[in-house]
């Protein structure tokens, strides 16, 4: 006989297998920190990261901050290495990595679209599909949010802020 889920935070449909765990996290996210802060130390000391005769010079402070950040990120990157204990926290599980990607992926191929065919239009493409895809509407409301949405858009950044964004081919069809 099964036990009912107590735990109000338990979602069943999240499929409670880990992906992940907080250590393997922790030691991905401290290597990346470190080497962003290599980069910045080394350039910083090619631009000069010293002492000069009117003060310090351009590399001074970032080179600084990127030591702080490695020393810092190696502190948890070693901690976490030399640890024994196994942490058993979960950082992920992979109902929610799914839910993440189905955001992550259409995100993506947004940015992409908008090389392609403009920020509009892309805009459009992207918000029928959420809307359709994850909200499930019907098609009688996605389409005038779908194009609404994107042409306000239109008028607020072309016409009356003229900030131009990325443009595709029906912007230069109808002459912008």
Known sequence: MSQPNRNPNRNPDRNGESVVSVR????????????????VMYDSSRVGAG?????????????????????SSGVILV?????????????VERG????????????IVFVALIWVLGIYLAAAIFIAF?????GRYPVLK???????????????????FLVPLPKGPVE???GY
Not at 142 to 160: G, N, R, S, T
């Open 79 to 91: 901690t976490n290495l030399i640890n024994r204990t196994p942490k058993a926290a979960t950082f």
């Open 172 to 174: 230069a069809f109808l």
């Open 142 to 160: 996605i389409l005038p949010i779908a194009i609404l949405i994107p042409l306000a858009l239109f008028v607020m950044f072309e016409i009356w």
């Open 96 to 107: 929610q990595l799914k839910l993440v990607v189905s955001v992550l992926v259409p995100a």
């Open 51 to 71: 002492w000069a005769s009117d003060g310090p010079e351009a590399g001074y402070f970032p080179f600084y901050v990127g030591l702080i950040m490695f020393v």
């Open 130 to 134: 959420f809307m359709s895809w994850l």
């Open 24 to 39: 393997t996290m922790e030691i991905v996210t401290a290597a990346l920190f470190a080497i962003v802060a290599a980069v």
